[in-house]
């Protein structure tokens, strides 16, 4: 199936910024982002289609977040402005060959990355 390396994750004060990057071998229809924070529920941040024209965010990352995918690079970004505490997490990149599906339902995801580390200081 491939790998997927993320990288790009870090400590940054609230109301900063993070680019993550995600490169994938492999083939897939859908590709996104999750995190986990301790004691909580992994939750879908953001997923694309493989065409790049659908995407799907959290509400809570709405107008802070973009995620964009790199086709000619297999690389999937998720660029994170004004970031918050809240936002503390392993986030995750993920992705699956399920057409038509492309939802931030993470159970539908079989491939996922080693995790990148967020850390926002409030």
């Known amino acids: 199936q491939g790998q997927l390396v993320e990288s790009g994750g870090g400590s940054v004060q609230a109301g900063g910024s993070l680019k993550l990057s995600c490169v994938a071998s492999?083939?897939?229809?859908?590709m996104g982002w999750f995190r986990q924070a301790p004691g909580k529920e992994r939750e879908g941040v953001a997923v694309?289609?493989?065409?790049?024209?659908?995407?799907s965010y959290a509400d809570s990352v709405k107008g802070r977040f973009t995620i964009s995918l790199d086709r000619a690079k297999n690389t999937l970004y998720l660029q994170m402005n004004s970031l918050k505490s809240e936002d503390t997490a392993m986030y995750y990149c993920?992705?699956?060959?399920?057409?038509?599906?492309?939802?931030?339902?993470?159970?539908?995801?079989?491939?996922w990355g080693q995790g990148t580390q967020v850390t926002v200081s409030s």
């Open positions: 694309i289609s493989a065409g790049g024209g659908s995407t």
């Open positions: 492999g083939s897939f229809y859908c």
């Open positions: 993920a992705t699956h060959n399920a057409r038509p599906i492309c939802t931030r339902n993470h159970v539908i995801f079989n491939r």
